[in-house]
């Protein structure tokens, strides 16, 4: 087997019997259209973002200039092309195979910006927002976490929103906002001070009122600008409450189909990682022999691999019944807990493969290591989802 060493990682592998880790044939699922269009969205990711974002990473900035060749192969409008579900969600996978973090502003602009936009919003606000989210021109933040209300944010949610002869007045806090220091907008969630029914409403991030301040020092996810957001009695005007989401239980499907892209975030970052291990092994020689070759290293590997094709099958039939409408949140949660859980046990194994260089970014171990701390968190932590799976095969919950 022959390899071209470069800094302690693997350029080339090219006898690799998977070269690509795709054991399962997986783009072979497509028609051949989507398989020319994810294999390309690929080649450009591998080739123009995963080395380059690292320092973006290590400095906690935001790759703007990367946005348009991303809107050139379509990724800003994922949720309102013709394409199929697995493809939507393998495009995931393919751009957390190069950092979790873009993978997340991908995914959250999808699922929970333009999603909400092009179903929950008015024809004005579609006519306003959605050409200019679909090519990245414009972005949208979703502003639902609060300060002292994560898992619970739908019961305990403090941020009102009150009717006035104008419109309404926003006032309240959020917190882990991503994209919230650079949105054009946010899809905000707040109480009806009237009705107590949580609504949704698009604000304005430079209407006064409006502060965001950046969360520093994060150990992962560092790439995603997350955000301490301040509404400070905001005006906005009646044109900006979202007519669709008059009511919380409107945001359930994108909540749910949020979960379900963190499902496919989980698969390609345990690829990525996968990825950045089966390289390393090879290209390091240990004892007189390639560091592939001793029976412990293959074993993370083989685990590794077999993790990721387990969080694949789990993922694909999530497609499946997400094609055929059957699709639920105990499936949502399932497939996100089940998918961090194994990213963390791959993570853990390559970080600890590549030894003292498994602790510097620039390996690319160590990002990965931290920011799979991340999605075991976000998108409701591993144990609510883990509850919730077990709530509907009990009957049974344990949490209010």
Known sequence: MTAVESNGLIDNVNQAPFPDADVLDVVSLLDPI???QLLKIRDHLQRNVRKQVIDYWNNEAFPFEMLPALADLGLGELVVSDNSLLFRGLVYAEVARVDVSLCALVGIHNE???????QLGSDAQREQWLDKLRRFEAIGCFAMTEPDHGS???GG?????T???AGWIIHGEKRWIGGGTFADFAVVWARD???????????SMDLPGVTATKISNKIGLRVMQNADIVFDHVEISDADALPGAAEFSAANEMLRNSRIWVGWQAYGAQLHTFDV???????????GQPLVKFQLVQQDLAEMISNAMASFGLMHQVARLQTEGRVEMVHAAMAKSTGSRM?????????????????????????????????????????INSLIVARAVTGMSSFV
């Open 34 to 36: 989507e398989q020319e």
């Open 277 to 287: 291990a089966r390289d390393y092994a090879l290209g390091r020689t240990q004892f």
């Open 163 to 165: 009717k006035t002869a």
């Open 152 to 154: 619970d944010v739908a």
């Open 193 to 203: 001070t009237a009705t107590d029914n949580v609504k949704g409403f698009l604000v």
């Open 112 to 118: 929970l910006i333009v999603g909400i936009v092009d």
């Open 157 to 161: 949610m403090e941020t009102t929103a």
């Open 343 to 383: 990213l963390r046990d791959s993570a853990a194994r390559a970080r600890n493969m590549l030894g003292g260089n498994g602790t510097v970014s620039s390996y690319e171990a160590a990002k990965i290591f931290t920011d799979a701390e991340i999605v075991h968190t976000y998108e409701g932590t591993y144990e």
